[in-house]
């Protein structure tokens, strides 16, 4: 699952090589798109932290109850779907865009 939603962040990941021959250069690209997908994939696990944490919390304990860890999981697991399903719907909409001016 996590390696979807990776991929998903994934729409500029074809570096290009500025200077025609140098593989640092395309070797530094690359990685600096794994870490900006990185980064964007922790952002968004923050945003379903905080969301999630505001709707299921009622108030903070030193144990969660079952109703609380099932409200937490299931809040997550609908945000997921929810991104792959809206990342899916632009990937087709880019590439039936992409498509038309071929």
């Known amino acids: 699952m996590l390696d979807v939603m990776l991929s998903s962040f994934s729409s500029d990941s074809s570096p290009s090589d500025k200077d025609g021959g140098?593989?640092?250069?395309?070797e530094l690209q690359e990685f600096l798109v794994i870490e900006k997908q990185r980064a964007q994939f922790n952002a968004q696990i923050h945003e379903?932290?905080?969301?999630c944490w505001d709707k299921c919390v009622e108030k903070p304990s030193n144990k969660l109850d079952s109703k609380t860890e099932t409200c937490l999981s299931n809040c997550v697991d609908r945000?997921?779907?929810v991104s792959l399903l809206v990342t899916q719907r632009f990937t087709q909409l880019l590439?039936?865009?992409a498509?038309?001016?071929?």
């Open 22 to 26: 140098g593989g640092g250069d395309k």
């Open 95 to 97: 590439s039936k865009n």
């Open 79 to 81: 945000f997921i779907d």
């Open 99 to 102: 498509g038309g001016f071929n």
């Open 48 to 51: 379903f932290n905080e969301i």
